[in-house]
């Protein structure tokens, strides 16, 4: 039914970013950067500061003769 094509995507679209907002956490952000396609941050995961710093400290430690 092309009629219907629209608004049938738009609904998808809507009930994808409801799921979405309810299945993340304060704080995490999702966005609808296409057509179709969404991305979610999570600013407070991943390496913290204090990763890099040990990680810097292996590596100058392996190159050392």
């Known amino acids: 039914m092309p009629s219907a094509g629209h608004q049938c995507g738009d ?3 809507k009930h994808v970013a409801r799921a979405i907002k309810m299945s993340i956490r304060q ?3 999702a966005i609808r950067y296409g ?7 999570f600013p407070y995961k991943g390496p913290r500061p204090g990763d890099f710093a040990g990680a810097a400290a292996e ?4 190159n050392l003769p």
């Open 11 to 13: 609904d998808a679209l």
């Open 27 to 29: 704080g995490d952000v």
């Open 35 to 41: 057509g179709d396609e969404f991305a979610i941050l």
């Open 59 to 62: 590596i100058h430690e392996s």
